[in-house]
């Protein structure tokens, strides 16, 4: 039986993750900002502990609970729980910046760090960041939340290396439109409107407000995806979750290289001479 600890268990990805989880008979720790989460089955093998991530001395004291309630050993920390922030970049405030930084990129740090000295006693254990495909390929109007999420990239891709020779195994899932809150007035925030944008950023925003119910992706097959991904004996670093998410990696990793390739010689003549 695996230990898992999940943050923003409440609803959406993680609630569908914790739901599969439990259904197949592991145990998980997981996080919520208030209330319990509605689960039934396996709900005895389910622990919550209450979390808010812009609490920042809350985090690790959360990990350090976490792994006493666990008997000491967690396998899976699921780094799920953020929100987005939609709108142009150039009316986006500095609070708005802060705030998603604090939960979507500063959280998961501190839970990463928290839990590093157990893992590495361990000598095992899986890290999985939840990072979206707006930080691997960005659309347009939502570029803080690509630059969050972006970060959270980075630094899987950098941990991955670090911890990979002390058994610890990272991996960042980038889901494309999945169906739940995310797109919901109870989890989306918007920076002002900005009309020098209306023709980019407004439609965007229009077109993710249609959107919302409608997303092609299915909580309940992304959580069975991280199941396969948690049971594989050498898990990829990255991860895509749906349809939409590959075609965006895809376009933007072609145009990407043809860009790179056009401007060889310029990237070239930049070294000393030999
Ligand atoms: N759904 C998508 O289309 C999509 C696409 C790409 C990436 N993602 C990523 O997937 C993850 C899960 O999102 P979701 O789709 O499941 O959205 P969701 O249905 O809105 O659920 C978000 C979860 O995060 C928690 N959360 C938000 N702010 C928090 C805070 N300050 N402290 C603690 N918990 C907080 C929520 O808790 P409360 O119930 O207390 O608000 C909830 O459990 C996020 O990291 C998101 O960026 C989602």
Redesign the pocket.
């Known amino acids: 039986m695996t230990t898992w600890f999940i ?8 609630l569908a993750l914790a739901r599969a989880v439990l259904a197949q008979g592991d145990s998980v720790i997981g ?4 209330g319990r989460p509605e689960i039934t089955t396996g709900a005895e093998r389910l622990q919550v502990l209450t ?4 609490d920042a001395p809350a985090v690790p004291a959360a990990v350090e609970r976490a792994f006493a309630l666990a008997g000491g050993r967690i396998d899976v920390i699921v780094n ?5 922030l939609l709108g142009a970049i150039e009316p986006a405030t500095d609070a708005e910046l802060a705030r998603l930084f604090e ?2 990129v500063f959280a998961p740090f501190r839970i990463i760090r928290a839990a590093l000295p157990r893992l590495r006693a361990q000598g095992s254990g899986h890290i999985i960041n ?1 990072t ?2 707006a930080g691997r390929a960005p659309g347009v109007g939502s570029g803080l939340y690509a630059a969050a999420k972006y970060a959270l990239e980075g630094l899987s891709a950098s941990l991955a290396l670090e911890v990979g020779p002390l058994g610890i195994k990272v991996t960042a899932v980038a ?4 169906r ?3 797109l919901s007035a ?2 989306i925030r918007h920076s002002a409107a900005d009309a020098a944008y209306a023709d980019s950023v407004g439609r965007s925003d229009a077109h993710f407000t249609a959107m919302a119910g409608r ?1 092609a ?1 299915d909580p309940d097959q992304a959580a069975q995806a991280i199941l396969a991904l948690a049971r594989a004996e050498d898990p990829p670093l990255h991860l895509l979750l749906g349809s939409d998410a590959l075609r965006r990696f895809r376009v933007k990793q072609e145009t990407m290289a043809a860009e790179i390739e056009a401007w060889r010689e310029v990237t070239l003549g930049t070294d000393y001479p030999a």
């Open positions: 943050t923003g268990i409440s609803r959406g990805l993680g996080t919520v900002r208030a979390l808010d991530m812009l799920n729980a953020g929100y987005g939960v979507d939840i979206s495909i889901p494309g439109a999945f739940t809150d995310f109870h989890s997303q992706g």
